[in-house]
């Protein structure tokens, strides 16, 4: 079986398409509406999800970071 590519927009497209429609059909008849195997599609959903669990990850490595900032600002102006 020959292995095809996707490009990203298409991509997007299918993931976005999955979560409008998620809570009324299968992966697996997604895939079909799109012209894609079911396994790519998991595949990309998992990719999709591990992306957007590691955006959350560092947003919150991010407000800490502010918040530590303020913190020493604040101790900082303290010393003087």
Do not use: C
Request: glycine content about 2%.
């Amino acid at each position: 079986m020959a292995k095809h590519r996707y490009d990203r927009e298409f991509r997007e497209q299918a993931l976005q398409y999955y979560a409008a429609h998620k809570n009324q059909l299968t992966v697996d008849e997604i895939g079909k509406q799109l012209g894609i195997e079911s396994h790519v599609l998991r595949q990309w959903i998992q990719a999709d999800k591990a992306k957007d669990q590691e955006i959350a990850q560092l947003k919150r490595q991010i407000q800490e970071a502010r918040e530590e900032i303020a913190v020493l600002k604040k101790s900082m102006r303290l010393d003087k």
